[in-house]
């Protein structure tokens, strides 16, 4: 099994290949950031909403089976369908994925986390 540091920098690469995303996402009109394309989850907008949000619910909500402050993120991120919302949840989601990758021990890597949809 990969250790601490492995995952740590692991979420420090998946960080910056977000946020070069977001960057170029921000760059482009939104007549196209946000028309749907007929896969992924439709927009380029909502493919890297949907990115963030699958890092966010797991590390944020599920690791701390949090399951009524996932439901009120999934609310909340249900909502949003543009590139102009998703620099604030990105930044959001961030802050509570760098506080968990401090505490991330041994023990709690192999520790089983299990979503309630699975």
């Known amino acids: 099994m990969p250790d601490v540091a492995f995952y740590r920098d692991l979420y420090a690469y998946n960080r ?3 946020e070069n995303f977001l960057r170029r996402l921000e760059k482009l009109p ?5 028309r749907d394309l007929g896969s992924g989850h439709g927009s380029l907008a909502r493919t890297f909403l949907h990115v963030v949000r699958v890092h966010d619910a797991w590390i944020n909500y599920l690791l701390k089976e949090d399951l009524e402050g996932l439901r009120s993120s999934h609310e909340r991120f249900a909502r949003m369908r543009t590139a102009r919302e998703a620099r604030p949840y990105l930044r959001e989601s961030w802050k509570g994925i760098d ?3 401090r505490g991330l021990t ?3 890597l192999r520790a089983p986390v299990k979503a309630p949809w699975m």
């Open 16 to 18: 910056k290949v977000l």
């Open 106 to 108: 041994p023990a709690k």
């Open 99 to 101: 506080r968990a990758l």
């Open 30 to 34: 939104a007549h196209r950031a946000e």
